[in-house]
């Protein structure tokens, strides 16, 4: 059994960590749709959002625009935190090794996915322009879903499987094997 308290820490720990790269990922993300919108260009809109830390970095981080960013990332690590704590406490046999891996991958990606899309719509309305085009063509969310299932697999699931290969095949130490598969 898992207890309440590793959750907790899940939680803490997904909206702790990403606390501190929600706003990097937000200056980012604002730029990409200011100029699709065609009303910055990449470097003015960093610039400003920038700007705005600097000179408010409270207004900033109780802003939607922050505080939505920060909600996909969170809610992305947390996912993927209490998959692996609840995981981590059932069966160890290798086929459920094999569900843990294909539940983590469903799980964040389905939450990240989600709260990415719901994001991007709010982003395309404050920061587009009133004369930008209302509907979204399919195949923009089959590349978005694409996106999200490679950022998925090689944030969550890939550096698993590098961190047991470095193990099995160079005799390294779990741990250590596992930190490194941290970098790929």
């Given at each position: 059994y898992f207890s309440v308290k590793k959750i907790v820490g899940d939680?803490?720990?997904?909206?702790?960590?990403?606390?501190?790269?929600?706003?990097?990922?937000?200056?980012?993300?604002?730029?990409?749709?200011?100029?699709?919108?065609?009303?910055?260009?990449?470097?003015?809109?960093?610039?400003?959002?920038?700007?705005?830390?600097?000179?408010?970095?409270?207004?900033?981080?109780?802003?939607?625009?922050?505080?939505?960013?920060?909600?996909?990332?969170?809610?992305?690590?947390?996912?993927?935190?209490?998959?692996?704590?609840?995981?981590?406490?059932?069966?160890?046999?290798?086929?459920?090794?094999?569900?843990?891996?294909?539940?983590?991958?469903?799980?964040?990606?389905?939450v990240n996915s989600g709260t990415t899309l719901l994001k991007d719509r709010a982003y395309a309305t404050m920061f587009g322009t009133s004369g930008a085009a209302v509907k979204v063509p399919m195949v923009t969310y089959g590349l978005w879903g694409m996106r999200d299932c490679m950022v998925i697999g090689s944030s969550f699931v890939l550096p698993d499987l590098v961190g047991s290969a470095l193990h099995e095949r160079n005799n390294m130490e779990k741990a250590q094997a596992d930190r490194i598969a941290q970098f790929f």
């Open positions: 939680v803490l720990v997904a909206c702790g960590v990403t606390l501190g790269v929600a706003p990097f990922m937000t200056v980012v993300d604002k730029a990409i749709v200011q100029r699709a919108a065609g009303t910055h260009s990449i470097l003015s809109s960093a610039g400003q959002s920038l700007q705005g830390m600097l000179r408010n970095p409270a207004a900033y981080v109780k802003s939607p625009m922050f505080l939505m960013m920060w909600g996909v990332y969170a809610a992305t690590y947390t996912t993927a935190n209490c998959i692996k704590t609840v995981c981590e406490h059932e069966s160890n046999s290798v086929s459920s090794k094999d569900q843990a891996k294909a539940g983590l991958f469903v799980g964040t990606t389905a």
